[in-house]
């Protein structure tokens, strides 16, 4: 099984830039499925980025242009680069990743001030 540890949230301004980090506990170089959730209190859970199993990104509409998804496979970490970030952007973010089953981190803090 997976082990994921989050890194990476903070408090920072509107327009600033964040990265999160999402370091697995084994090899991930196998693992094509993976990618990062969001919520707010009281929202429902957004997929904000992921690799698809065919190697492909995709980003919500909300934070296209702005965040970027990327892996390092030989530090075996999934990452999520933030920037021009807006109040909105504000949660609760989590990595996930798909081997044998769904594989989650356990949340990252992000807030956004205007």
């Known amino acids: 099984q997976v082990q994921l540890v989050e890194s990476g949230g903070g408090l920072v301004q509107a327009g600033g830039s964040l990265r999160l980090s999402c370091a697995a506990s084994g090899s991930i170089g196998s693992i094509n499925a993976m990618g990062w959730y969001r919520q707010a209190p009281g929202a429902q859970r957004e997929l904000v980025a992921r690799?698809?199993?065919?190697?492909?990104?995709n980003y919500a509409d909300s934070v296209k242009d702005r965040f970027t998804i990327s892996r390092d496979n030989a530090k075996n970490t999934m990452y999520l680069q933030m920037n021009r970030l807006k109040p909105e952007d504000t949660a609760a973010y989590y990595c996930?990743?798909?081997?044998?089953?769904?594989?989650w981190g356990q949340g990252t803090q992000v807030t956004v001030s205007s």
């Open positions: 690799f698809t199993s065919s190697g492909s990104t």
């Open positions: 996930y990743m798909m081997a044998l089953r769904m594989n």
